[in-house]
């Protein structure tokens, strides 16, 4: 590839439609028409039915724990955690994470105490939240970590912290469903774990979640809190919701696990392609999932420091855009910067230094369906070739604007 082979630079772009970030599972066509024809004959959607029941079974063997609660999405399902832990005042959360994590928080009442993360792996720091535990005393009820990127945090740690100030500590897995830790599936840590499985997510039902708990009190609490004391023993909870997952769901789910292993390991060859393609590249840090003994590569995730690579992430991401590859500023900005926590946080900021370096940074690539291992080693071609093209990039990036 030669500089003016780049799209930006009016060469023909790399894909010819956009090729988005996330992983997109679609089953076989016969093999979602045959489990829809069986939701048809059974006449029945929704209410915990035969697929959701299986569903739920094949998950507790899988993730080895007590309790699986399946929930219509990750968001409802963090809501429901939240309710069912009997969270009050301050939360402690990573500020680097998406916003549905200190967003469950406010539907219960509680708010967040945004934490920094470690510059290296991007999982919440513990050392940060000793020091709002120190600094905030009972007003703290609970620690909400996140399992970030195909990665764990150091869970030990996190739980002695948990047991010194006697806090609840619990997992936001979205990212993590298929992550070992020490070759045991994550989802059994801390008082409980919320999967996601969304189109975006490894394991997907289109839109989905779990609830995994080795707790019978809280899965009891939680499967009254999801269907308005429904299915289960009764308990007294503070209030009910619909967090239901559907049949369609359900099916959708069934089929992913069945292909789950094919997944993985296609993810995996792409990644390595990656890690081929961008080896050496001054300025492109890839993200290596680290902590975790085995890891789902969820997210393809790239540091960029423009004083090494030429280019800052904004003007590499436009000229992946070009290329029709839609790269994306994950997260950005900080959830200290968002509404309404700029208000009611603003001098946040100064707190939070690597949550606010990485979200300058990072810049997360394509995987999972749209995307190959050889489509792969292409974009990592472009990047390198936007590293050595970076000066006329720039200029026509700046006349362009
Ligand atoms: C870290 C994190 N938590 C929670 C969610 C919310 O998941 P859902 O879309 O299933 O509600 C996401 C979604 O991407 C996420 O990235």
Redesign the pocket.
């Known amino acids: 590839m030669s500089c003016p082979e780049l799209a930006v630079l009016g060469g023909t772009p790399l894909f010819e439609k956009p090729v988005p970030v996330g992983q997109l599972y679609f089953p076989e066509w016969e093999k979602y028409e045959a489990a829809m024809r069986g939701i048809f004959q059974r006449q029945y959607y929704t209410n915990q039915g035969p697929l959701t029941q299986e569903l739920e079974q094949r998950l507790q063997e899988r993730l080895q724990v007590r309790h699986v609660i399946c929930v219509v ?4 399902g ?1 809501m429901m955690a939240a309710d069912a832990l009997g969270l009050r005042g301050k939360v402690i959360v990573p500020a680097y ?2 916003i ?2 200190a967003q469950s928080l406010s539907w219960t009442g509680s708010e967040p105490l945004f934490c920094d993360v470690d510059p290296i792996t991007h999982q919440l720091d513990p050392e940060c939240v000793e020091r709002l535990l120190e600094e905030h005393g009972a007003e703290v009820s609970a620690i909400l970590a ?1 399992n ?1 990127w195909g990665d764990a945090c150091r869970q030990d740690r996190l739980a002695e912290l948990a047991r010194k100030y006697a806090v609840r500590l619990y997992y ?1 897995s ?2 993590g469903f298929g992550c070992e830790l020490d070759g045991k599936p994550l989802g059994g840590a801390g008082d409980l774990e919320v999967f ?3 189109a ?2 490894v394991l997907s039902a289109a ?3 779990c609830i995994c708990t080795n707790d019978d009190e809280l899965a009891a609490r939680l499967r009254n809190i999801r269907s308005s004391y429904g299915a289960g023993p009764a308990r007294q909870v503070l209030r009910t919701s619909n967090g239901r997952m559907s049949e369609a769901q359900a099916a959708v789910a069934l089929l992913s696990l069945e292909s789950f292993d094919s997944i993985l390991a296609r993810n995996e060859a792409m990644f390595h392609a990656y890690r081929q393609g961008l080896e050496g590249i001054q300025g492109v840090r890839l993200l290596t999932p680290a902590s975790v003994s085995k890891t789902n590569y969820q997210y393809v995730v790239c540091e960029i420091d423009e004083r090494a690579f030429g280019l800052n992430r904004n003007e590499l991401q436009q000229v992946l855009s070009a290329e029709n590859v839609v790269a994306r500023r994950y997260f950005y900005p900080g959830l200290h910067r968002f509404v309404p926590y700029a208000d009611q946080f603003p001098d946040a900021s100064a707190r939070l230094p690597v949550t606010e370096y990485l979200c300058e940074r990072v810049l997360q690539l394509p995987i999972g369906q749209m995307v190959d291992a050889e489509g792969a080693g292409r974009i990592a071609a472009a990047i390198r070739m936007a590293g050595a093209c970076a000066e006329s990039i720039r200029r026509k990036l700046r006349e362009a604007a």
């Open positions: 999405n990750a968001t409802i963090l994470t998406f549905a994590t996140v970030l936001d979205a990212h996601s499985f969304h975006t997510k839109e989905g979640g």
